[in-house]
DNA sequence: TTGAAAGCGCTAACAG
DNA sequence: CTGTTAGCGCTTTCAA
């Protein structure tokens, strides 16, 4: 380390400054000022390219505040301004594809606007949701993009904000559609798209994985396999309608329910990839064969569809259009406070692997 | 909206409260100063339970606060106390398993601490890598956990920060081993243990996807290889040893040429998730056996090495274990500066599936 | 026991 | 063209 204060202190001379002690983590306008001998706010016109500063001032002070790489304090402008230029994310978990890469989404358009994103996790869990939207709010970012956690069924922690005019934004599993504005997938026609595949396919018997009832992404794609099977003149089997959460356990818990049925179904589609892969799995260890004993369709990402044996058939999801959407909205509700909640909906696609077709 | 201004107007009204117009996003010191009549400084005081305050003040003006629920102004503290108790992580992706967990290990031990993190992925890029040191710094966090993008042969960014003393932390793929705290696996061990389990069940002719040269792990798990190539009195083939980047193409690419060999390999081992599922989707594509004619084993989570077909033996991290001591790491800096740079070395677990035993 | 004032870094209205 | 001042929310001397 002495070799570092040491070059530090030659590159302080090499520059000719009086400050930069050691030690000193962040220039400040107070800095340059005294550096140069001109008056604080002169600097922070200079900076501005205000035009009542002479030209060869401004061009001097913006050379030395290169020079030390001076970066204004987002905390003295945050102050100042009431407005920290941060946007919070909550998603349900990290590690699944579709909500890394709708937060790359995300993070596009909060760069091109200047904003930052401040990202956390709800592990599904209401308690983390709660907890996060507090730390978030705490940390005064200026409003949230969040996907619900699985469990979540009471909005009082999103009332709160709703009522206090905090920008908010719901993706895929939303709530207060008619207050707060929302980007969805056609998940009713997505849910009834699979249906149709299985029947086409030579399928009859089709059972739905479904997530955890409270969810509007549940919901509709349900509606969707109702739809489904009505149109394809099939009889709708309570049995072959179950509930699970997003856990591989729990998910393999309802596919050997299924797969004890007396009569098993021969199709089985699952709400998100835990779902999906669980059932994989379950089918596989019973030695049933997938797609000839059981075919399989899910709502996954390509990169996983592509990893298992056999390929999955699945819906997947635009989420890097998902997070610009979302991001739009959010900042329509930053520039236009008044603009009315909207809701936009987003085409899916069904891609046709191996697990579907006999 | 209606409904919600009315509600708010009545809660309002039902605690009696002068302030708390429409629109007043945050409750200030001064807010609740005026509520009671007394100073700023008292209902600071009172808030910070000092002894100095009557009991009776103190505790209409706490009540107030739950009340209002008044939480301080982290951008006013930090301005104040130039400390922003906020981390900045740095991670080559957000989808990979073991980053997110590793996340969850710091998380856990910043929020023991009061810390908040904001994540950023270099996309394995050192463009993004750099642009988000310097984002972060001008946020000021109060340092960082980085594990370096696999493009990261320059440190310059990071030497700035280590010349200014600030906080920095490096885990997994690291640099400048003598002057940062790091977090690392027994990277040349677990190298070795992968050979030598080869060879015990009968394979001689190992290769290794080596990711870039520049990486730490990269140059550890090599050392690890050729020692274990020594022990088992094998001799080295240079044309067995292949370098990639982590991408599934680049990773493609390297398979096929190991398989295009005159004399092929009889069993890889690959240096991250997307080389290994890479490498084996070219096998099988292919039309080889995993593992009659190619053995596999990788580094890889628990959930994905179950998941494909047939299952993966491969070499597990502590990653939750990671993260916690990278935190701790970061903190002994914060708390006490003058601490030498250490580093931990975790033990890495080799779990034995079917990919690797005929 | 409490209040007034200064200062953290910054901008903008107001003076010169 | 440039400097002075006030204030964003908070803590902490210093005064009373």
Redesign the interface.
Known sequence: ?GL?YF??SLFTELLGLKIME?????ISLKDLAQEIGVSISTVSRALNNHPDISPEVTRKIQKLAAEMNY?P????M??LKQA?RTIGVIVP?????FY??I?SGIEQVAEEKGY?I??A?SNETLEKEIKAVD?L????VEGLIVCLSQETENYDHF?RL?????PLVFFDRICRKD?VPSVVVDDVDAGKRITLHFFENGFRKIAYLAGPENLSISQERTQGYLAGLKSCGLNFRPEFLVHCNMS?EDATKATSQLLDLPEKPDSIFGINDYVV?AAM?EI?RRGLRIPEDIALVGFTDE??S????PELTSVTHPTFDFGLEAARLFFRQIEHPETKPEQVVLKTKLVVRKSSVK
Request: glycine share 4%; proline share 2%; net charge positive.
């Open positions: 380390m570092l070059l530090l050691k030690g000193k983590r962040h970066t304090n987002p905390l003295a945050g102050l920290t978990d990290l590690v699944t594809h890394s890469s937060i930052f401040l990202i996790s730390n709010m705490k940390t005064r009332d709703i009522r206090n005019n905090i207050e591989s892969f799995k596989k990169f996983h592509t990893l298992v044996d």
